[in-house]
């Protein structure tokens, strides 16, 4: 066999390996927060050793922010392939966005942000792409023309809306609102968008 074909099985256990570290860690962060979140528990649930986490993420910073990055894109993918539906469907996804384990890592992510100088750069910079991420997937689902006068703050205040849903969900399960919320923002949304 040649070099070059070992290289496939390889690249291939290389990548599942770096996707189950950070599978691992975001439900590390999600369950037991930054404090409770480390390089070797991560290694442990993902079933791989410390030092193969290492090998892909040197620092535990570099493991938990690809981490959430890795699953927002895994989210941004779920949200591009939805089909344009009605507003209800939209505005329920992009809630699910952020009533999930990938917000409470994310949340987790900022706390620790907040007091660490050396993690706060990198969390700044990450939630600002997936801010502008999410904010053009909506736009683009609602159907949405952002030349029109208030349009951009309708749809941003539609996400800022799913992030306080998030916040309140943190502490407890309010399903039951969360649909009559969703409802309601559907209903304004078709006002405001037209």
Same mark, same amino acid.
């Given at each position: 066999?040649?070099?070059?074909?070992?290289?496939?099985?390889?690249?291939?256990?290389?990548?599942? #390996? +770096?996707?189950? !570290?950070?599978? =691992? %860690? /975001?439900?590390?962060? &999600? $369950?037991?927060?930054?404090?409770?979140?480390?390089?070797?528990?991560?290694?442990?649930?993902?079933?791989?050793?410390?030092?193969?986490?290492?090998?892909?993420?040197? #620092? +535990?910073?570099? !493991?938990?922010? =690809? %981490? /959430?990055?890795?699953? &927002? $894109?895994?989210?941004?993918?779920?949200?591009?392939?939805?089909?344009?539906?009605?507003?209800?469907?939209?505005?329920?996804?992009?809630?699910?966005?952020?009533?999930?384990?990938?917000?409470?890592?994310?949340?987790?992510?900022?706390?620790?942000?907040?007091?660490?100088?050396?993690?706060?750069?990198?969390?700044?910079?990450?939630?600002?792409?997936?801010?502008?991420?999410?904010?053009?997937?909506?736009?683009?689902?609602?159907?949405?023309?952002?030349?029109?006068?208030?349009?951009?703050?309708?749809?941003?205040?539609?996400?800022?809306?799913?992030?306080?849903?998030?916040?309140?969900?943190?502490?407890?399960?309010?399903?039951?609102?969360?649909?009559?919320?969703?409802?309601?923002?559907?209903?304004?949304?078709?006002?405001?968008?037209?």
């Amino acid at each position: 066999m040649t070099r070059s074909a070992d290289r496939g099985p390889k690249q291939d256990r290389s990548r599942a #390996t +770096r996707q189950r !570290l950070l599978a =691992a %860690a /975001v439900s590390s962060l &999600a $369950e037991h927060g930054w404090a409770g979140s480390t390089v070797a528990a991560v290694a442990e649930r993902a079933g791989v050793s410390r030092g193969a986490a290492q090998h892909h993420f040197p #620092t +535990r910073e570099d !493991l938990f922010t =690809a %981490a /959430v990055e890795y699953v &927002a $894109e895994e989210r941004f993918t779920a949200l591009r392939a939805l089909p344009v539906q009605d507003r209800t469907a939209v505005v329920a996804a992009l809630v699910d966005l952020y009533t999930g384990p990938l917000f409470r890592a994310a949340l987790q992510l900022w706390v620790a942000a907040s007091n660490e100088d050396q993690l706060r750069p990198r969390v700044t910079e990450l939630e600002a792409r997936v801010g502008r991420e999410t904010h053009r997937i909506a736009v683009e689902l609602l159907g949405a023309d952002e030349s029109r006068p208030g349009v951009r703050e309708t749809v941003q205040g539609l996400l800022d809306m799913a992030c306080g849903l998030g916040l309140a969900n943190v502490l407890t399960d309010d399903t039951a609102r969360h649909r009559r919320v969703v409802a309601q923002w559907a209903r304004l949304l078709d006002h405001a968008l037209g």
